[in-house]
């Protein structure tokens, strides 16, 4: 039974190599050069991974071989011997390496080398991160790195894009514990948006009749963007009064994507609170501004717009204005008549003021009127105007004011006549009206009776309402009183009745009359006829008459 034993090189590589070396001597020596026998190295190139055990067999035919031995710098153990061979496990091969079987055949030296080629898997593979936000129309660059790895002559990187392969390159570097970055180059374009990039790595030992080791990174989704260079479009009132509200709007197209861009809306340091519409690449943000009083002066209206990073920002200077007035005051709002009333119209400073058509003085200073108040006063409006301009904007306020004269009560005569006549049992009306301030009572009393007429609705007239009236306004300014001759004419006056008697009796008179004269002709008329035909019918009288007229014609 063999012992196992292990056994390391004298002095590392260095012996290995001079051990190689007087080797070679030997071999190209003119006593190798007689050989006849080989000695052969089993398995020949050999590809293991790192870390792997491997029994290596020198064997020859030549039929008695002297001390057959295995030279390498690797950890070995014998693990058989025999006729013409002998075996050596090599254990925790972790790098390439060389090996040596050396023997003797008739004292001629052997010697036979194999290559033993080491694969490790990559440690890492790690796609580097990428950019929060990457620009639409920009190179990305992708870094792989990769940690390990060997062979690296076998060893390539791949990048893709979702299964899209985009490079492929080889990994260089030695030794290969450094860690090696590979980097590849892509046009980011609007369809990368939420695209997974990643790298994974081949280590392609088919041809050793082995395998394609393949090892991937995590994935990493790219986010892209494209912000236009134009600010955003925003319209703003240029001036504003404290307590009003106005409409703010702020758009900006070609974004991309508009659901990831961020917008903000100040007034100064107020942040507002904007409703945001997207409609494709357009975003539209629309709030409604309140100044407040403390706000008052030279501000900013801000649209900021913020998409992957980068930002677009858009100002408009704003006025915020206090507009007070204008205030129109009446000395007296209820004056008496003949009275002096002062009216008078002011504003803030910086507006001017119109009272009635008069300006006033200078902006920020009042305007005023006196009066003598009389009758055609009352109810008089006065009307002021204030006008103010803010930033080349005109802002007008209108206010009027309504003046109250006190005047005791008048009646019209055009409107009560001195003298009325009507006809008894007709439907008049008394059309008498008083005017004072305060309004007058008016009444219309019969003079001896006190007897009243409505004034001002219809009434059914009576003999009775026949007579002189009082008509009297009165208030607590006074009275005025209007005499009134009321004339009622009855509908069976005496003298109708005897004119209509005369009338009959004439009417009597005159029939009469014509009857007797009708009656007496018509007796003349049948007399003489009768007389004329006592003996002739009167047909009978033309061959008479023709008879009368011959002598005249003979003649």
């Known amino acids: 039974m063999a012992t196992m034993v292990l056994s390391r090189p004298l002095s590392g590589t260095c012996q290995t190599l001079l051990l190689f070396l ?26 293991l991974p790192a870390g792997g055990s491997l029994v290596v067999n020198c064997s020859t035919e030549c039929p008695n071989p002297k001390l057959i031995i295995l030279e390498t710098s690797l950890l070995k153990k014998p693990v058989g011997v025999g006729p013409g061979w002998a075996a050596f496990q090599l ?51 992708l870094r792989c790195q990769v940690a390990g790895g060997v062979p690296r002559s076998e060893l390539t990187v791949v990048f893709l894009r979702g299964e899209e392969e985009l490079s492929r390159q080889r990994v260089a570097g030695e030794p290969a514990q450094v860690e090696v970055e590979v980097t590849a180059t892509v046009l980011v374009s609007r369809s990368d948006h939420g695209a997974s990039f990643s790298c994974h790595t081949e280590l392609d ?89 403390d706000q008052e002066g030279p501000q900013e209206i801000v649209c900021n717009v913020t998409l992957g990073g980068e930002t677009r920002e858009s ?109 008894e049992k007709t439907k008049q009306v008394l059309q008498c009206q008083a005017r004072g301030n305060p309004a007058p009572q008016l009444h219309c009393l019969q003079k001896d009776s006190n007897l009243e007429v409505p004034i001002g609705i219809p009434v059914f007239v009576k003999l009775r309402y026949n007579g002189t009236y009082h008509c009297q306004a009165a ?43 009708l009656y007496g002709a018509k007796r003349r008329g049948i007399y003489k006829v009768n007389q004329e035909s006592s003996s002739l019918p009167l047909t009978s009288m033309r061959p008479m008459e023709a008879v009368a007229e011959e002598p005249s014609a003979a003649g």
């Open 205 to 293: 030992l088919r041809p050793q009749g082995l395998g394609l080791f393949e090892n991937t990174s995590a994935p990493h989704q790219l986010r892209t963007f494209a912000l236009p260079r134009t600010l955003p479009h925003l319209v703003a009132p240029r001036s504003l009064e404290v307590g009003t509200s106005r409409q703010v709007t702020c758009t900006l197209d070609g974004l991309f994507p508009s659901s990831e861009a961020q917008v903000q809306l100040a007034l100064g340091d107020q942040m507002l609170n904007p409703a945001v519409t997207r409609h494709g690449d357009r975003l539209m943000a629309r709030t409604t501004v309140t100044a407040r009083a």
């Open 475 to 517: 208030s607590s300014r006074g009275t005025y009183t209007l005499v009134v001759v009321m004339d009622v004419q009855g509908r069976n006056h005496p003298f109708v009745t005897i004119f209509m008697a005369v009338l009959v009796i004439v009417g009597l008179v005159t029939v009469t009359v014509a009857l007797k004269y």
């Open 315 to 423: 100002r408009e200077n704003l006025t915020v204005f206090s507009f007070l007035g204008p205030i129109l005051n009446l000395s007296e709002s209820s004056a008496p008549e003949g009275s002096i009333v002062t009216v008078t119209c002011m504003a803030g400073a910086r507006v001017n003021v119109l009272l009635d058509g008069v300006s006033a003085a200078a902006p920020g200073q009042p305007a005023q009127l006196q009066l003598n108040a009389t009758e055609v006063d009352d109810q008089r409006s006065f009307f002021c105007s204030a006008i103010l301009e803010v930033d080349g904007e005109i802002f007008k306020r209108n206010t009027s004011v309504q003046l109250r004269v006190l005047y005791g009560p008048k009646i019209d005569r055009a409107n009560c006549p001195e003298r009325l006549k009507w006809k």
């Open 91 to 141: 254990i925790n091969v972790t790098s390439d390496s060389r090996v040596l079987c050396a023997g003797f055949c008739n004292g001629f030296q052997m010697i036979s080398s194999s290559n033993i080629t080491v694969y490790r898997f990559p440690d890492q593979v790690e796609l580097a991160p990428l950019p929060p936000w990457q620009p639409v129309g920009k190179n990305l660059t």
């Open 22 to 47: 007087l080797l070679v001597c030997c071999v190209l020596s003119p006593v190798s050069q007689g050989q006849q026998f080989l000695l052969r190295v089993q398995p020949q190139d050999p590809v």
